[in-house]
């Protein structure tokens, strides 16, 4: 990637174009989507340059149809796992409630509630941890 941006800083548009494609190839080959957005956002600027306007078009449209589906898979993750953190919390919220009516009154309660209370707010950081891997793996 950085060769075909230093082809086209230095004004060889035609290497850049060549590089810029060979990176794409490698990107999609190693499921690297936002390497392949760098690559179509190094040949738009590549085009613009060249004053061939109709292939940067071409390239920007390419562009924004790559962010739009990243988009589209980040916001049904993000729903997905939004309601899987409500749902444990809720589940969690019920644990704690029923063991505080189950040991009021004992000796225990007031140990029980800091450890129920430790594994619901570890459960939901953990949760939160693994929706943030998915969505950046897309």
């Known amino acids: 990637m950085d060769l075909a941006e230093n ?4 004004g060889n548009h ?3 174009l060549t590089e810029s494609e060979v990176a794409s190839d490698k990107a999609v080959e190693a499921e690297y989507p936002y390497f392949q ?5 190094y040949k738009g600027i590549a085009y613009i340059e060249m004053n061939s306007m109709t292939e940067a078009i071409e390239a ?9 589906e ?3 898979r980040r916001r049904i993750i ?6 899987s953190i409500i749902g444990v919390a809720i589940i969690w919220a019920a644990v704690i409630f029923a063991a505080s009516f189950v040991l ?11 450890i129920l209370g430790g594994g619901a707010a570890a459960s939901i950081i953990v949760l939160g941890g693994t929706r943030r891997k998915r969505s950046e793996k897309s």
């Open 70 to 72: 990243k988009l589209k």
């Open 60 to 68: 920007a449209d390419d562009l924004k149809q790559s962010i739009e």
């Open 104 to 114: 009021k009154g004992t000796p225990y309660w007031g140990k029980m509630l800091p």
């Open 7 to 10: 082809f086209r800083i230095i």
């Open 37 to 41: 957005r760098l690559t179509l956002h």
């Open 78 to 83: 993000m729903d997905r796992s939004g309601w």
């Open 14 to 16: 035609e290497e850049s």
